[in-house]
């Protein structure tokens, strides 16, 4: 060894931040291993590396049953500094990934919860994975958003979910379903989320589908509502661009539980809501007319206001709601209306006979009975012969 590898370490110790002492110690227990391949090398060895000059020895030993050294001799075998050339470089490039693996840990240790930017390097069916530029961090397939297509080159953002410290080096493991993604986003567009002006107090998510937030003011000059939509929608459309067109609905957090679950279900209308609080459910009453906006395609805007308020929702329209199902009548009349005019047809449809005779006597063709030609005809043609 010489002193441009001594000069290498305190390098590395000074800009990396690895200790040369613990390279040095890592590189001593790299060469026993190197020494005892060589011809002849004793089963047991030791190797001093002095710090100052770089010199390398190689002692073998002699130990008793109880581990004790009963002899030991200076045995550097020839060409050893080749041998320790290679091994140096080895170890210090294993020390360089080891030391890079737990300055990543130490960035991104107790990030859970926060949002990152990366640039998508690969993507398939089980796991996208981002590069953060100091670190790279994986997106499972059941952490993507459905149906979102993540193009390599792609910025996208990310919630770190998870940071794992494995021997391999720590994962990070993001998601773009999860709930708090959402708010994650809105803290970045909403500065009065930021400043505690306003909150956002409840969540619940498809993804890419629809997300409905419930938020409250903490300021009663605030519009907690009108804060996150911004100006001319501003703010939420730059939260629905990040999700590739997700919808999103905000509604007022409201403390009167009936009046929350109202706001839930927007954009329907609610006439009124009857609470069970022992069986936390809540029958609610709209118009007719609003009923499948109230329920929403597929039962979404029933099922996102359920999961927003903890209560489990019945809604029914003001018909049904007063023992009428106005379906079923329509269904009754309209089966009535054809069944009448059905009737009124039977009963003017003419005989297949009599409509024969009536369009040859409008077409004034009528034939005589037994094939026989009409009389005028005939003299007709013979007048034409003449």
Known sequence: MDYNLLDALELLEREKGVPADTILDALANALVSAYKRTPGAAE????????????ILVYGQELDEDGNVVEEWADTPEDFGRIAAQTAKQVIMQR??????????????GREGDLITGIVQQSDHRYAILD???AEAIMPSSERIPYERLER?????????????EGKGPQIVVSRSHPEFIRSLFELEVPELIDGDIEIRAIAREPGHRTKIAVASNDPNVDPVGACVGARGSRVRQVVNELR???VDIVEWRDDTAGFIAEALSPARVKEVR????????????PDHQLSLAIGKEGQNARLAARLSGYRIDIRSESQDLGLDLEDEA????????AEVEDVVEATEPEPADVADDAEAAAGTEQPPDGTEDEGAADGEENEEN
């Open 331 to 338: 269904e009754e009349e309209a089966a009535v209306e054809v």
């Open 275 to 286: 609470l069970d609080e022992d069986e936390r459910t809540a029958e609610v009453v709209v």
């Open 245 to 247: 067109g997700e919808k």
């Open 96 to 109: 360089l990934r080891d030391a890079k693996r737990e300055q990543v840990y130490d960035i991104y240790e």
């Open 132 to 134: 953060l530029g100091d």
């Open 44 to 55: 047991e060895a030791r190797v001093t590396i002095d710090p100052d000059t770089g010199e």
């Open 153 to 165: 080159g792609n910025r996208v953002k990310a919630y770190i979910l998870e940071v794992r410290g």
